[in-house]
Nanobody, 126 residues
């Protein structure tokens, strides 16, 4: 059974940093596309970053240069390092996974992913 558990959220002031973690279990971590998404109150869930099996990454324009996605296959853990946070980054953050046999081609579309964590709240104050 695939399980994803996010952690690392919290409250920070603008300009601060947080590192989110997503601990995965129940599957071979390195065979899955992984992504981070976020959802602010009253808004649709949106893609933040994703990483392909080959290690290629992609970011939403709003977080490029500030956020970094990475993974540790030995620890079955996905990370999102978030720097220079702004109040607009306030949201519930979710990790998502989908199995793949290709080293590239993971998608940014939230509807493409099969498995989701429960989310971790990030609040940035001005």
């Amino acid at each position: 059974q695939v399980q994803l558990v996010e952690s690392g959220g919290g409250s920070v002031q603008a300009g601060g940093s947080l590192r989110l973690s997503c601990a995965a279990s129940g599957y071979t971590f390195s065979n899955y596309c992984m992504g981070w998404f976020r959802q602010a109150p009253g808004k649709e869930r949106e893609g933040v970053a994703r990483i392909d099996l080959g290690g290629s990454t992609n970011y939403a324009d709003s977080v490029k240069g500030r956020f970094t996605i990475s993974q540790d296959n030995a620890k079955n853990t996905l990370y999102l390092q978030m720097d220079s946070l702004t109040p607009e980054d306030t949201a519930m953050y979710y990790c998502a996974a989908r199995p793949s046999i290709y080293r590239s081609g993971c998608r940014d579309d939230k509807d493409w992913y099969n498995y989701w964590g429960q989310g971790t709240q990030v609040t940035v104050s001005s």
